[in-house]
């Protein structure tokens, strides 16, 4: 099992739900054992490989991805600010495969020119500010409206990151759609908890029409657990597991 010590340094707040930033860092160590296996959001800023799942190079923090806009847009980003970067040279490149899972014009020298740049802080906040910029802030931006709490605006960011930001089915505007179908937000007079039930049912039947996501465990060994222990403000200690594997923040 890991598990993350939090310090009482670490008990001080800076703000409601997840612009709390230590409420944030859960968040991020959440998100991390779900898309990395690891609670070390922070190591992830390296990472890069194609799994399968038809988007082409999965990398970084938030899991930006080749087959989709994120990658190119944090590239462009990064680019931007430091034109000299080691990866300014594959932008064209990102840019003619987006939308697929190819590799043209990126292999093979693409995945060390990645984890170089995760060397340097520019790259590093490059990607913070794109993971904010992307889906932590719209995620819990929409979350406040609709009248939720913490717990609430991780499920939306969780599902934002997996899902994407756009309004198709399985988007995670098509799922909020999905889930107003059946239960009022908050907002609009409904119960916090039924609502967030129906979301995660949203949330389970947009996973298991892709088979890269079929496993549904990082909602119903994770947030349905919290939301099952009325844990709404996501109050450490927890518990959870992800793919069979078991995490704690206590």
Known sequence: MLTLQ???ADGASAGTGLDDPDKKDIAMRLVSSAENSSLDWKAQYK??????DGRGYTAGIIGFCSGTSDMPALL????KRDPGNVLAAYLPALLSVDGTDSHQGLDPGFPAAWRSAAKT???RKAQRDERDRVYF??????AMKDGVGTLGQFVYYDAMVMHGPGTDALSFGGIRKRAL??????ADGGDETTYLHAFLDARVWAMKQAAAHSDVSRVETAQRVFLDAGNLD???PLKWKVYGDSYQIV
Do not use: M, N, Q
């Not at 990472?47 to 399968?52: H, K, L, N, R, V």
């Not at 462009?76 to 680019?79: C, I, K, M, S, V």
């Not at 179908?181 to 908050?186: I, L, Q, R, W, Y």
């Open 6 to 8: 939090r310090t009482a």
């Open 234 to 236: 996501l109050d450490t």
């Open 76 to 79: 462009e980003l990064y680019t």
């Open 121 to 123: 802080a520019a790259f």
């Open 137 to 142: 802030d719209p995620a819990v931006e929409r």
């Open 181 to 186: 179908k059946h239960a009022d937000s908050p």
């Open 47 to 52: 990472y890069i490989e194609d799994i399968g």
